[in-house]
């Protein structure tokens, strides 16, 4: 059987080939726009082996030393629709990168957004072999997972091992060098669409660079805007972009659910554009500068001039109040954030000891959302901003940027993968006797 994980492996090389060059670029690939940033890696800190399971040595510290951004086109719902407009426009931000980083950029990490991601729950058990834990005993315990039945089309884009138990001591996060006789293993597996993944291979190769890495956009927007607490005792992190709102949940430090749903600022924007008669970018200008959620009575009074170009005089001089414009909005991202609501409850994630939910992407920074969305998700909600990294210029440290700052952590402290693993060829199980697991009830 030949190896399934080449090409991820193959990534991961030219992950560590750019650790070694010391400079690596992030690259969130959205609807609305394309974020681009330049990493810089200091070598002195570099540790070869790191406590986390897996051989994926090189965390390393780093700073930001160049960013870009450019309106993004030829994407729609996170995913590419027009290679060429998509292609210009990669190269637009990652020149703007560069210009500022004053260095040239060869290894680009990517996350999406669109793809249709599913996610899976998978466990599975073998013996140890010498009685203490081993590198081969977790790449076994691993193989002996049984893999769904995902259908053609789909690719894997994450497989960690997320819970390992030792002759039913469960929680483990690293059981290597305990003694023990069997190994259990709880995975998460998250598949995409695979032509997704070759659009944006295809779209890099014209760019002159090369692919170290592809994430979830869900999971990198996770890693950057939930505090430490969060990601360990259980919360959702819902980024909401221009074209879709993907989900994640993390738990123990480990995602082990994500999903998207195919609805995002956008269409805010068109339901506005639509309602009012006016063009998409005089709606975009007005949702940013005047939208909101919650109306109140001063807002009848709030009157918004709009102008346009279309040669009818009083079409193009007319004023609505802000109310009107709220009564536009706020039944879209009623019906965005319902939807997610319906995504989490099928994933169980009421069964979570913690459900803290936290709203990040730049559809988060629209006023009175935290409120909304608390009446909708009954739970504690905060909006998520990413995380401080050294050298992100201010313009960058929005929850717009969140999957950015998320996917520049996992270039430089990548969690493991199921390819970080030396799985000698003969070793993939023929037949495995395993179940996939729910383990929220199971395990937690």
């Not at 989900?247 to 123990?252: A, L, R």
């Not at 005089?313 to 709220?326: C, H, Q």
Request: one cysteine or more; hydrophobic letters at 40%.
């Amino acid at each position: 059987m030949t190896d399934p994980y080449a090409s991820q492996r193959a990534m991961r090389q030219m992950r560590r080939a750019a650790m070694q060059r010391g400079v690596i670029a992030a690259l969130d690939i959205g609807t609305y726009k394309i974020a681009a940033l330049v990493l810089k890696l200091e070598p002195e800190s570099t540790v070869q082996d790191h406590p986390g399971i897996g051989n994926m040595a090189g965390q390393a510290a780093f700073r930001v030393i160049g960013a870009g951004t450019t309106r993004s086109r030829g994407v729609r719902f996170g995913e590419v629709s027009a290679m060429a407009e998509t292609e210009s426009a990669i190269r637009t931000a990652l020149q703007a990168a560069q210009k500022m980083a004053q260095t040239r950029v060869d290894h680009v990490m990517v996350c999406l957004s669109g793809g249709n991601v599913r996610s899976y729950g998978l466990a599975g058990e073998t013996e140890v072999e010498n009685g203490t834990v081993a590198e081969n005993d977790i790449a076994c315990v691993m193989a002996a997972c049984e893999m769904p039945d995902f259908g053609a089309g789909r690719d894997v884009l994450h497989a960690q091992p997320i819970n390992f138990a030792l002759d039913h001591r469960t929680g483990l996060s690293d059981p290597r060098g305990q003694s023990g006789r069997m190994l259990a293993c709880d995975m998460h597996l998250l598949t995409v669409d695979a032509s997704l993944i070759q659009n944006v291979c295809n779209c890099l190769k014209r760019c002159d660079v090369e692919l170290a890495g592809i994430a979830s956009s869900a999971y990198s927007a996770g890693m950057a805007s939930l505090v430490e607490d969060e990601q360990e005792l259980g919360a959702a992190c819902i980024d909401l972009g221009a074209g879709s709102a993907s989900v994640s949940v993390f738990i123990k430090k480990h995602m082990i659910y994500a999903d998207s749903v195919r609805m995002g600022g956008a269409h805010v924007t068109s339901d506005i554009s639509k309602g009012l008669q006016i063009d998409f970018s005089t709606a975009e200008r007005i949702k940013t500068v005047h939208g909101g959620v919650q109306a109140t009575s001063m807002d009848d009074r709030e009157m918004i001039a709009l102008t346009g170009d279309s040669g009818d005089w009083e079409k193009d001089r007319r004023s609505v109040s802000r109310a009107e414009l709220i009564g536009i909005m706020r039944p879209r991202i009623e019906e965005i954030l319902e939807e997610v609501r319906a995504r989490l409850d099928a994933a169980g994630f009421n069964h979570l000891p913690s459900q803290q939910v936290v709203l990040t992407g730049g559809g988060s920074q629209v006023p009175g959302i935290d409120s909304l969305a608390a009446r909708i998700f009954g739970q504690q909600v905060r909006l998520g901003r990413p995380v401080r990294v050294r050298g992100l210029p201010q313009a960058a440290s929005g929850p717009a940027f969140s999957s950015a700052v998320g996917l520049s952590l996992l270039a430089t402290h990548p969690q493991d993968e199921w390819w970080d693993f030396d799985l000698p060829v003969d070793s993939y199980p023929a037949r495995s006797l395993k179940r996939a697991v729910k383990w929220f009830r199971d395990h937690w």
